[in-house]
């Protein structure tokens, strides 16, 4: 469905920080879709057709392995987008991108985006500034994949999918969560178990919810507050002009 004139706003905080005029030139071109779980919506080493601002789905980057094991390297919820190869100049790249969480998003040609951020202005300022955010979790994360314990890890990823979905309680199966993490389902179990007999988290056939958010951040390494700062500190006080 494509957004008419009287949908001129977005829950995607990316866009709703754009100045209203150049929302206005870019919502004839957004169309609103449903994310389903597990979907990929682009693939590595395939041409990225379109860019996608979620605004209620979240979205992994995955790194897959030639024996198809798979790390999670990035995350994308309604603070960012997906597609920033795009905006770079290069609209191939060796990231899949697969919805975690089913939901909403907006999506445009991945060329219109790459026009408007073109031109300069507010839209270049704003990818670029959420460019860096991206690096900076990229970067903790691969630290943290490589220094800390699975449940650190472990955490410090549930902690930040709750940020995301502005939720504690959100649908994910141990299988689903060892491929974000790059480990097996066995570690994950183990790990879950120890946070569940800490009364930190209660896991139920495939529903997660935290029940004890501040023992949990203290279960997880520092890396959780890095990210969540660093995002404050460079998205987290945007103006909101088109938001509903």
């Known amino acids: 469905m494509l957004l008419d004139n009287n949908s001129l706003r977005s829950k995607n905080k990316l866009l709703a920080a754009l100045p209203k005029s150049d929302f206005e030139h870019l919502a004839p071109h957004l169309e609103l879709v449903s994310l389903s779980s597990g979907q990929n919506i682009f693939e590595a080493e395939e041409p990225i057709k379109y860019i996608y601002f979620p605004e209620t789905a ?4 995955l790194c897959i392995m ?5 790390v999670e390297v990035g995350l994308v919820s309604k603070e960012g987008m997906a597609g920033i190869p795009v905006i770079l ?15 909403n998003a907006l999506r445009i040609d991945a060329d219109q985006v790459k026009t408007e951020f073109d031109r300069g202005g507010a839209i270049q300022n704003l990818l670029l500034r959420y460019v860096k ?3 900076i979790e990229i970067a903790q994360s691969a630290a943290c994949n490589r220094l800390h314990t699975l449940e650190e890890r472990l955490s410090r990823w549930l902690l930040t999918v709750a940020d995301r979905l502005h939720s504690d309680e959100f649908p994910l199966t141990q299988e689903f969560i060892s491929h974000m993490l790059g480990v097996r389902r066995s570690g994950v179990t183990v790990a ?3 946070l569940s007999k800490a009364g930190m988290i209660n896991y139920h056939r495939g529903n997660i919810k935290i029940i004890n958010r501040e023992a949990l951040e ?4 520092e890396c959780y507050k890095v990210i969540k700062n660093e995002y404050a500190r460079l998205i987290g006080n945007l103006p909101q002009h088109n938001c509903d």
Do not use: M
């Open 66 to 70: 030639d024996n198809g094991s798979s």
């Open 192 to 194: 879950a178990n120890t």
């Open 133 to 135: 955010t991206v690096y």
């Open 218 to 221: 203290e279960s997880s390494c």
């Open 89 to 103: 100049g290069d609209d191939i790249t060796n990231i899949t991108a697969n919805a975690q969480v089913p939901g």
């Open 58 to 61: 979240v979205i992994s980057l």
